[in-house]
Nanobody, 122 residues
Framework: VQLQASGGGLVQAGGSLRLSCAASGRTFSSHTMGWFRQAPGKERDFVATIRWGTGRTYYTDSVKGRFTISRDSARNMVYLQMNSLKPDDTALYYC????????????????WGQGTQVTVSS
């Protein structure tokens, strides 16, 4: 399984970006696909995840109401629409897949993409 994340960039505070993640191989209804982020000198933290079968979504509190995770099952893609971006959102964003249906714990995700940089200027 390979995950390819894209869509990062430099944006001003208040702006928007849409991240995409393409997954090779088949994604099953029991899987979850998520986004994590890691700022310099910090841990990799959970951002959002989606249950592939039901489409139910989960978010960390700091992005609720601003970020939206979605999936395209036919194309095996997952997206993260990020609006009202803040400088604190600056990080390397990773997409990941859990074959166990994990939600928040990065240790329970089995496959990781290479990361895409998001930089928000003030």
């Amino acid at each position: 399984v390979q995950l390819q994340a894209s869509g990062g960039g430099l944006v001003q505070a208040g702006g928007s970006l849409r991240l995409s993640c393409a997954a090779s191989g088949r994604t099953f209804s029991s899987h979850t696909m998520g986004w994590f982020r890691q700022a310099p000198g910090k841990e990799r933290d959970f951002v959002a995840t989606i249950r592939w079968g039901t489409g139910r979504t989960y978010y960390t509190d700091s992005v609720k109401g601003r970020f939206t995770i979605s999936r395209d099952s036919a194309r095996n893609m997952v997206y993260l629409q990020m609006n009202s971006l803040k400088p604190d959102d600056t990080a390397l964003y990773y997409c990941a897949r859990s074959n166990r249906g994990a939600l928040y714990s990065k240790g329970e995700y089995d496959y990781w993409g290479q990361g895409t940089q998001v930089t928000v200027s003030s």
